[in-house]
């Protein structure tokens, strides 16, 4: 099988750590992010993959080279105007015309059984299946709506926020909405539905359509990890919750400094972070080069130099540093 990666993103939700690189090019946990869809790909037998670039192009590409140090080989396509999710397919079209092939979004981290998947989809002859989990948590991620029998029959609303009603029942697991979690798997027949030469969205310009002239656009619900790092806070969240399978408090990266006195927990060091003495760092992310001075409390943030930035978009200029507020 092939593989399509979407990292095309300008990834503003997780400004100002993407200034000088996309998405899933940050480093989550020392390594590139989109390292992780390659390695979940080449752990389930898929080695040919495509990955469409557009911000920052280069940054995935120093990350990954060829992908022969992953068992891999990667081949690149560069949208010169942004495509879509969909809009990715139909520029690299003439090579996913041979068989069933993955898509997936390159800013997720799994261990979801990817296999099942690729059985389900094929036992069940469908066009498309999408790998759906519960969200109880409700977050912010589109209802997707399901029959008794998996097909999927809508793309719907966001969930209403947690509360002590339970939502409406529509594609629901028990109490939880159903979500979609950027994993599918694809027949060819598909692209007929992919708009050419167009920008284009796969839940808005290609899904409804094909569930609308009846084919199978099936929902697979799988167990297992799965964390979207499309956001600051997600991308926070998402360190600790594997620094803690770890047992860290913190993460740093190459050529880091802490003083002695200074304090750090929870918190994610890029490279060459200096933090002073009796300077405090908690549940934060501090990104390459930053230096926190002697006694300084930082909490709840993200750190970058201003000399990284071309504009300030947000935060708050702090000495050498902008400080921007998580959540």
Not at 134 to 159: C, H, Y
Request: glycine share 10%; aromatic share 6%.
């Amino acid at each position: 099988m092939r593989a399509v990666i979407l990292a095309a993103g300008f990834g503003t939700r997780l400004w100002p750590l993407t200034e000088d690189r996309t998405k899933p090019a940050i480093p989550f946990l020392n390594r590139p992010l989109i390292s992780y869809s390659v390695e979940y790909l080449v752990s389930h037998s898929i080695t040919d993959i495509i990955i469409n670039l557009h911000h920052q192009p280069d940054s995935i590409r120093r990350a990954l080279e060829d992908g022969s140090r992953f068992g891999a080989r990667i081949q690149y396509s560069l949208e010169e105007q942004i495509l879509g999710t969909s809009g990715a397919l139909d520029k690299v079209r003439d090579r996913l015309l041979d068989y069933d092939f993955v898509v997936m979004n390159g800013k997720v981290v799994t261990d979801i059984d990817l296999g099942l998947a690729i059985r389900v989809h094929r036992e069940r002859e469908a066009i498309a299946t999408l790998v759906l989990q519960p969200n109880p948590a409700r977050q912010q991620f589109s209802i997707v709506e399901t029959d008794d029998r998996g097909r999927i029959t809508r793309f719907g609303r966001l969930p209403a926020p947690v509360s002590g009603v339970s939502g409406e029942r529509g594609g629901e697991t028990g109490d939880a909405p159903l979500m979609f979690t950027g994993i599918q798997v694809l027949s060819p027949r598909i692209l007929e539905y992919v708009p050419r030469g167009r920008f284009s969205h796969s839940t808005i310009d290609v899904y409804p359509r094909a569930i609308e002239a009846g084919e199978l656009v099936l929902g697979h619900i799988a167990p297992g990890d799965w964390y979207e790092l499309s956001t600051l806070d997600r991308y926070l969240a998402a360190s600790l919750a594997l620094m803690g399978k770890r047992g860290q408090r913190i993460v740093m990266g190459a050529g880091c400094t802490l003083a002695d006195g200074a304090q750090v927990e929870e918190s994610v060091l890029w490279e060459r972070v200096t933090v002073g003495s009796g300077a405090k760092v908690r549940r934060s992310v501090l990104a390459d080069r930053v230096r926190i001075p002697p006694g300084v409390s930082i909490e709840g943030s993200v750190v970058v130099r201003r000399d990284t930035l071309s504009d300030l978009e947000r935060g708050e200029v702090v000495g050498e540093n902008v400080v921007v507020p998580i959540g």
